[in-house]
């Protein structure tokens, strides 16, 4: 969601928050699992 079209501060605040977290999480999730994707694909073309 594009925090710019949001019109309340707190909102908009709230949502940059989140952001931040998912981007956060994702860059601990590819450092700690840097081959899941690789192993996940793995597996799946295995069926």
């Keep these: ?16 928050e989140s ?3 998912v981007k956060t999480l ?3 999730h590819e450092k700690k699992y840097p081959n899941y994707l690789v192993l ?3 597996i799946f073309s295995i069926f």
């Design 1 to 16: 969601m594009q925090t710019r079209s949001l019109k309340d501060d707190k909102i908009k605040d709230a949502m940059k």
């Design 26 to 28: 994702a860059l601990v």
């Design 40 to 42: 996940t694909l793995s």
């Design 19 to 21: 952001q931040i977290l």
